[in-house]
């Protein structure tokens, strides 16, 4: 199977398609509280094919209000990640293989407590490294946590 094939594949299974910046190919499903999300390749490995992916998964509310606290178009981001996606190896990848990655990584989404990953980016220091303190303001809007991002509010306006 090629690339171009896993992709058609993942479409007619109701996943949207896009490449990123740096030319992954990215696959989101919507599922009724949150989004999945893939990033998945074809690799050849001696004599088989290898189907592999990166999970990661949000919300509709937290991508939006971290999209709006960057100040930028709406963007993916993940709540939780799971770096050890479907890999499944075949002498040839087949349609049965791409639905199982994709009922892979949805069962693994669902398997995921929404919740819990807020609360642990919510406790996250406002000083911690890259876009993290973003994830931080981030989870305590969706937590409806107004007291702390007032709080924050007042000390910027000292």
């Known amino acids: 199977m090629k690339m171009k094939e896993v992709t058609q ?3 007619a299974m109701g996943w949207s398609i896009y490449t990123d910046e740096v030319g992954d190919k990215v696959a989101h499903f919507i599922l009724h509280d949150r989004i999945v999300d893939i ?5 050849r490995i001696r004599d088989q094919q290898k ?4 999970l990661s998964l949000s919300t509709d509310a937290f991508s939006e209000i971290c999209s709006q606290i960057k100040g930028e178009q709406r963007h993916f981001y993940p709540l939780a990640r799971a770096w050890s996606g479907p890999d499944i ?5 087949l349609e049965e293989h791409v639905r199982q990655a994709s009922d892979e990584a949805i069962a693994w ?3 995921q407590d929404l919740d819990m990953a807020l609360q642990d980016y919510a406790a996250l220091p406002t000083d911690a490294p890259g876009a993290r303190p973003i994830w931080h ?7 409806g946590d107004a007291a ?3 709080s924050y509010q007042a000390s ?3």
């Open 9 to 11: 594949l993942l479409k």
């Open 39 to 43: 990033i998945y390749g074809l690799d």
């Open 51 to 54: 189907l592999g992916a990166m």
């Open 89 to 93: 190896r075949a002498p040839e990848i």
């Open 109 to 111: 989404a669902q398997g």
């Open 137 to 143: 303001l981030g989870a305590l809007a969706v937590l």
């Open 148 to 150: 702390r991002l007032q």
């Open 156 to 158: 910027f306006e000292e």
